[in-house]
Nanobody, 115 residues
Framework: QVQFVESGGGLVQAGGSLRLSCTAS????????WGWYRQAPGKERELVAS???????VQADSVKGRFTVSRENAKNTVYLQMNNLKPEDTGFYYC?????????WGRGTQVTVSS
């Protein structure tokens, strides 16, 4: 069973930066694309950015130019570098496969951006 451990969240002022990490176990990490998802209070979970097994990346329009997704197969880890954070980026951030079918979700890491 695939398990995810997300980390790196925190409280930051608008305009600040955070780097999230997600380490996966129970899978052959290099064979899959991975995505970062966020769930804001009262909203559905949405895709923020994804990276394919070949390293191609996709970002949601709301984060283009600010967020960068990367991966390190040797460490079974996918990263999300978040710059110029905005209050609307607040939420829980999770990683999972880049597209359905998804595996069990981890606990996520909380990001709070103050104005």
């Amino acid at each position: 069973q695939v398990q995810f451990v997300e980390s790196g969240g925190g409280l930051v002022q608008a305009g600040g930066s955070l780097r999230l990490s997600c380490t996966a176990s129970g899978t052959i990490f290099s064979l899959f694309g991975w995505g970062w998802y966020r769930q804001a209070p009262g909203k559905e979970r949405e895709l923020v950015a994804s990276i394919s097994r070949n390293g191609n990346t996709v970002q949601a329009d709301s984060v283009k130019g600010r967020f960068t997704v990367s991966r390190e197969n040797a460490k079974n880890t996918v990263y999300l570098q978040m710059n110029n954070l905005k209050p609307e980026d607040t939420g829980f951030y999770y990683c999972n496969r880049g597209a359905p079918p998804f595996t069990a979700w981890g606990r996520g890491t909380q990001v709070t951006v103050s104005s």
